[in-house]
């Protein structure tokens, strides 16, 4: 059974870090696109991040560039690094896979995906 699974998220100050973790098993993902994305109350579900399946692309949204790096620790495990966090990254953070590596910020392109890992930001 093919399945994500988000760790690390939390309460976090203003400024503050959070490592999250995402374990996929099930299969190997090591050949797929793994992305991260997140959705805030009352909002769409958007993107963040993105690397690709050898880490010869990566991507992230506008709104974390700089402050977030993602990055393969395992063959089945991708990381967000988020630093200077603000109260605007306060939402549910998901995993996702792509076993077309796309590489792509569009949700449905990808096929897996976690139940999510709440982070709070407060001000």
């Known amino acids: 059974q093919v399945q994500l699974v988000e760790s690390g998220g939390g309460l976090v100050q203003t400024g503050g870090s959070l490592r999250l973790s995402c374990a996929a098993s099930?299969?190997?993902?090591?050949?797929?696109?793994m992305g991260w994305f997140r959705q805030a109350p009352g909002k769409e579900r958007e993107f963040v991040a993105v690397?690709?399946?050898?880490?010869?692309?990566i991507y992230y949204s506008d709104s974390v560039k700089g402050r977030f790096t993602i990055s393969r620790d395992a063959e089945n495990t991708v990381i967000l690094q988020m630093n200077n966090l603000k109260p605007e990254d306060t939402a549910v953070y998901y995993c996702?896979?792509?076993?077309?590596?796309?590489?792509?910020?569009?949700?449905?392109?990808?096929?897996?995906w976690g139940r999510g890992t709440q982070v709070t930001v407060s001000a």
């Open positions: 996702a896979a792509d076993p077309l590596d796309y590489t792509s910020a569009r949700p449905d392109d990808y096929s897996y």
């Open positions: 099930g299969r190997t993902f090591s050949t797929d696109s």
């Open positions: 690397i690709s399946r050898r880490e010869r692309t």
